[in-house]
């Protein structure tokens, strides 16, 4: 007999982070079809040029502290 949804989401509740970001991303590669590798290969490319200018610091970062009040102060109104 299948399990319920509120079932299901009891358990998964019960789950480490991790495993419930790892979760999260096979139910949304479920009905995502199969990935374009042009696609891919363009995010691959992003990627490493970002992570590139990182480490020349060529990018202009704002520290997480900084992220967390902005966004602490524009979602608690």
């Avoid at 374009?36 to 290969?41: K, L």
Wanted: aromatic residues 6%.
């Amino acid at each position: 007999m299948p399990k319920t949804l509120e079932a299901i989401t009891h358990e998964v509740l019960e789950l480490p982070h991790t495993q419930r970001l790892a979760l999260a991303r096979i139910i949304l590669d479920l009905d995502g079809g199969p990935a374009d590798p042009g696609v891919e290969a363009a995010w691959d490319q992003e990627i490493r040029a970002r992570l590139k200018a990182y480490d020349e610091g060529k990018l202009e970062v704002i520290p997480w502290e900084d992220v967390q009040l902005e966004m602490r102060d524009r979602f608690q109104k």
